[in-house]
């Protein structure tokens, strides 16, 4: 019993981890109000969660800043290059729906397409986060990654939208806990699988 709560104990450490998380989903609520912020708060949050995985303990405030403060300007572009490929899919859609006569195969590959797009950006401010790259190779790895690595890039976007998605809209009793974790334990929960993803790239 001693052991278990003990600095070295893993309920201290999973306690400590669940205090963390909750400090940095703050933290990125915060610096996301503004909306034109979210890209850079998203880079700044997949840099901190890489850390607590990592080192156990950080100080989530100062190392948030300090990413937010490195990849402000590439993850506001990444950002903006996401919102405006989100409106091109959706209107592509509806174009192609329109022009094809509801064609099943053409609505099939269309949503192909757009399914590429989701995997992909998985990887987008991870990498962003954890790597100096430019926008265009971050978007060519976040590709190659997303299809190579398809069910580890699927199993990213399932989370996603369970937690994003499922529990605020059809798990009403679990909102206040929500509000406390959300985007924080989605994030921390992505870099297991993408350190998988990383792993494999790092060690050449």
Request: proline share 2%; with cysteine.
């Amino acid at each position: 019993m001693h052991n278990l709560f003990s600095i070295d104990g893993k309920m201290y450490q999973a306690l400590n981890t669940a205090w963390q998380l909750i400090e940095l989903n703050l933290i990125f609520m915060l610096a996301s109000l503004p909306l034109v912020s979210v890209g850079a708060s998203l880079s700044a949050m997949y840099a901190v969660a890489f850390q607590i995985r990592a080192e156990g303990s950080v100080p989530v405030w100062s190392r948030f800043w300090k990413a937010w403060k490195a990849n402000a300007k590439q993850a506001s572009v990444l950002w903006a290059l996401q919102i405006a490929l989100a409106v091109l899919m959706v209107l592509g859609y509806w174009a192609i729906s329109s022009m094809s006569h509801g064609a099943t195969i053409v609505l099939m590959l269309a949503c192909v397409l757009i399914a590429l797009v989701i995997l992909a950006s998985c990887y987008w401010y991870p990498l962003s986060s954890r790597y100096s790259l430019i926008i265009s190779q971050i978007v060519t790895y976040s590709f190659i990654y997303g299809i190579r690595h398809v069910w580890q890039s699927a199993a990213m976007v399932i989370i996603a939208i369970v937690i994003l998605g499922y529990v605020p809209i059809f798990q009403l009793r679990l909102l206040f806990i929500w509000a406390f974790f959300g985007f924080s334990l989605t994030a921390y929960l992505h870099t297991w699988l993408l350190q998988l993803v990383f792993d494999r790239y790092d060690e050449h």
